[in-house]
């Protein structure tokens, strides 16, 4: 069995798929439109940007070396054999598709016929009515299907409108969720004031977002007057609390409105999200207000609103504080 350092194995990891295939198997692949590609064997994986996603099964990644583990099924000294052996049998001169190439192109995925599947999911995680036709009418969720796959899109836009982010959310018995390929962090699901509004509140999730959404419907506030931002997932702070950077959504989304000078957190109740909540805090800068609001009871926003209303809660196990 061969052995393979550190720094071989670094540099296989930065060997992204479309050099990898089109230096070694050229044949697998196929020219969809500009800079996109498919393989022959899969013509739900898309490559584009060096990234992939294989939106059929809700994966991606990066590297040459996440395709042949995920998608082709290899052990990881299989997969690095065929990545860093063949480039020591005859070394390629590897042009690797920058990670953050610039500008990036969103895959969505095509939608569904319908998106009943969809609206029964989330109104079983306690989203209103209201939220999800606003949602659906503004195209930040819709449905996907494939080969009996079912995912809701969610979808985050930038100031001019046009589509950004994009992420999946399995329906079915497999839960998985990703990001999509070409996706872009600074742009995360959000559901913006209808008018001018000093304060953003900040979730982890999407679902969180439409979840805050439909707690200030059930208290009588109207919602579309407030900021809702999601970090499209667990934001990460350094190990040195100070030494962490801002989340790139609240970022964005703070220099494209200036008027906003107050945060509101309701990230989890669990560690990652206490994590996050102290690191925004000590670094965002002093002309922002932070106020920490973290949900009464139960891991998560969505948690919360599930006890509420008192359904089922869906997911990992709850948390209590």
Request: glycine fraction near 8%; charge should be positive.
């Amino acid at each position: 069995m061969s052995f393979y350092t550190q720094d071989i194995i670094e540099k296989a990891r930065e060997v992204d798929l479309f050099t990898y295939l089109q230096t070694y198997e050229p044949q697998e692949l196929v020219h969809v439109s500009g800079n996109i590609y498919c393989t022959r064997e899969h013509d739900s994986l898309r490559i584009s940007n060096g990234k992939w996603c294989w939106f059929s099964r809700g994966i991606g990644g990066y590297s040459a070396l996440d395709y042949l583990i995920k998608v082709k099924g290899c052990s990881f000294m299989e997969a690095m054999e065929a990545v860093a052996g063949r480039a020591a049998a005859s070394p390629p001169s590897f042009a690797s598709i920058p990670r953050e190439e610039k500008p990036k192109h969103l895959l969505l995925p095509p939608p569904a016929p319908n998106n009943q599947a969809m609206l029964d999911y989330l109104k079983g995680r306690g989203i209103s009515m209201e939220v999800l036709d606003y949602c659906v009418q503004t195209g930040r969720i819709y449905e996907s299907r494939n080969k009996g796959h079912g995912n809701v899109v969610f979808v985050g836009f930038d100031k001019t409108g046009k589509a950004r982010f994009g992420c999946l959310r399995g329906i079915g018995e497999a839960r998985f969720h990703g990001d999509l390929s070409g996706s872009d962090k600074h742009y995360s699901f959000a559901l913006p004031a209808c008018g001018a509004n000093p304060s953003v509140h900040l979730c982890e999730s999407a679902i969180d977002v439409m979840s805050y959404a439909t707690l200030c419907q059930l208290n009588g506030v109207d919602w579309r007057q407030h900021n809702l931002l999601s970090l499209a997932g667990v934001y990460q702070p350094r190990k040195k609390i100070a030494e962490s950077k801002l989340p790139v959504a609240l970022t964005r989304f703070l220099e494209d409105h200036p008027h906003v000078k107050t945060v509101y957190l309701h990230l989890d109740n669990a560690g990652p999200g206490r994590m996050a909540a102290e690191a925004i805090q000590t670094v965002i800068p002093k002309e922002y207000e932070v106020k920490n609001r973290p949900p009464p009871r139960g891991k998560d926003v969505n948690d919360y609103l599930c006890r509420r209303l008192g359904i089922p809660i869906r997911g990992a196990k709850a948390q209590e504080r």
